[in-house]
């Protein structure tokens, strides 16, 4: 049974809550804000530059080609997140925890319609100022089935991870998920738009946590999610990214997370379709 923790800056030690949203969790949720049972928040950021070499596609004579790409995730965990005060957001000070991790995967299409996207990452984390560490790692399938109708254009998703870590003292950690889910894309029409189609994406989730997580809310109270569903909604450029300075994304959106057993609440952000993350 896993254990996220919600409380970042405290000390690692047997009188101590530990630390925020462990590094190895911090990547599987994600950029975004986490609360559970109105008590503890997470606050985490994370950038993950990418190089992705080749194209996956199959021809009409079955011939496949396979896409990789490697990613160098990094994760922050942060006190606090307040966009009205943006220097205290990017104050070194208020950054507790922060892991590296490498990551690869291979998009491969089976068919038209059907694409499998096994993953692999590992990394190391540690809190800062303190002397608690961990090696973190992670392993994934996910699976698309795309349908077009009409402008419409949809997609079918399922997955099946594994995440772990090791810490430097204490026990190891980890849990499995389920997830399936659907994902939308439709044009809408803006005025003066010129040629750069707009696209609004839509999503809703389910995972299964088949180990359950704990979440630490404070000392010696825990809250334990077995499930938890996600709705998303974004904007994007059908053939274009959006670009905003240097950084390119997909789409930009948020997406809610809301857990049917326990009480985890959160808001994520949105910047690429699910099969991609």
């Known amino acids: 049974m896993a254990t ?21 969790y911090a ?41 990789y790409t490697l990613r160098t995730p ?14 205290g957001i990017i104050d070194p ?4 925890t922060a892991g590296i991790n490498f990551s690869a995967d291979a998009d491969v299409p089976v068919t038209k319609r059907l694409s499998l996207r096994p993953s692999a990452e590992f990394g190391y984390g540690t809190i800062l100022d303190e002397s608690g560490s961990a090696w973190t790692y992670k392993a994934e399938i996910r699976s698309q089935y795309t349908f077009r109708s009409g402008k419409l254009d949809w997609a079918l998703l399922g997955g099946l991870g594994y995440v772990g870590y090791n ?3 204490g026990p190891s950690d980890d849990f499995t998920y389920v997830t399936a889910g659907m994902e939308f894309a439709y044009p809408v029409s803006w005025p003066r738009s010129n040629n750069n189609q707009t696209m609004l994406y839509w999503h809703v989730t389910y995972t299964d ?69």
Do not use: M
């Open 209 to 277: 946590f088949l180990d359950e997580i704990d979440f630490n809310t404070g000392i010696g109270k825990q809250e334990s999610i077995a499930k938890n569903w996600q709705f998303g909604l974004a904007l994007g450029k059908r053939d274009e990214p959006v670009r905003i300075w240097f950084l390119n994304f997909d789409r930009l959106g948020l997406a809610y997370n809301y857990s049917a057993t326990g009480d985890l609440r959160g808001i994520k952000f949105v910047f690429r379709s699910l099969y991609e993350l």
């Open 74 to 87: 990094l994760t922050l965990g942060l006190s606090k997140l307040d966009f009205a005060d943006i220097p």
């Open 167 to 169: 810490p430097d003292r």
């Open 4 to 24: 996220l923790n919600l409380c970042p800056g405290q000390a690692w030690s047997q009188q101590a809550v530990e630390p925020s949203f462990h590094w190895a």
């Open 27 to 67: 990547s599987f949720f994600g950029t975004g804000w986490y609360k559970v049972n109105d008590e503890r928040s997470a606050f985490i950021i994370r950038v993950a530059p990418r190089w992705t070499f080749g194209e996956a596609d199959i021809d009409e004579q079955g011939n496949r080609s396979i896409s």
């Open 93 to 96: 000070d208020n950054v507790t």
